[in-house]
């Protein structure tokens, strides 16, 4: 199971943060995992950004639930983060992951500088 | 919300046992899993639901949960342990990791 983070490495302030995570090695669409995001800042820990389902059910971080919208697109074996009015401290790493209860496989990351 | 608390940072000689603690509110009800992060790389799983080993993790890699702490124990530590490790829970609906360890292997 692979994953990979695109999208854009800059965002300026007040804008949309998007995130693709393409998928290979596994189908979103046989609904046996949750698909989840999860960033860094630099020299800071983990923190976790949500989770959404092939049906498109989602849990989010209570902390960005309002700024929060995650999707999926079977079709293209991806799913999506959208993060709105981005601040400077929205810059991170993020990571998509396989929500396998627990998380079992990870992208490699994408720096996101806002 | 739910916290875990780790310490910063800890220190091992080589060869000997590394014992991280994780620590929260009856932590021993809920299952852990445990995380390795080096330097410019994404989080790798090393234990699940309290001492499960994924396929490809050294034995010398355990874990345990009781009462208010889980603990991650590295018997053994090598130079290639040298890392952050995260403690994670699943607790009303959220993800949740604690802060983080940064172990030294001397």
């Known amino acids: 199971v692979q994953l990979q983070e695109s999208g854009p490495g800059l965002v300026k302030p007040s804008q949309t943060l998007s995130l693709t995570c393409t998928v290979s090695?596994?189908?979103?669409?046989?609904?046996?995992?949750?698909w989840t995001w999860i960033r860094q800042p630099a020299g800071k820990g983990l923190e976790w950004i949500g989770r959404v389902y092939i049906t498109g059910i989602t849990d989010y971080n209570l902390s960005l639930k309002s700024r929060l919208t995650m999707s999926v697109d079977p079709s293209k074996n991806q799913f999506s983060l959208q993060l709105s009015s981005v601040t400077a401290a929205d810059t991170a790493v993020y990571y998509c992951a396989r929500d396998n209860h627990p998380i079992d496989y990870w992208g490699p990351g994408t720096l996101v500088t806002v | 919300s739910y916290d875990l608390t780790q310490p910063i940072s800890m220190s091992v000689a080589l060869g000997q046992t590394a014992r991280l603690p994780c620590g929260g509110n009856?932590?021993?009800?809920?299952?852990v899993n445990w995380y390795q992060q080096k330097p410019g790389q994404a989080p790798v799983l090393v234990i699940s639901?309290?001492?499960n080993r994924p396929s490809g993790i050294p034995e010398r890699f355990s874990g345990s949960n009781s009462g208010n702490t889980a603990t991650l124990t590295i018997s053994g530590a090598q130079a290639g342990d040298e890392a952050d490790y995260y403690c994670q829970v699943w607790d009303n609906s959220a993800w949740v990791f604690g802060g983080g360890t940064k172990l030294t292997v001397l």
């Open positions: 009856n932590i021993g009800s809920k299952n």
């Open positions: 090695g596994a189908s979103i669409s046989t609904g046996t995992y949750y």
């Open positions: 639901r309290d001492s």
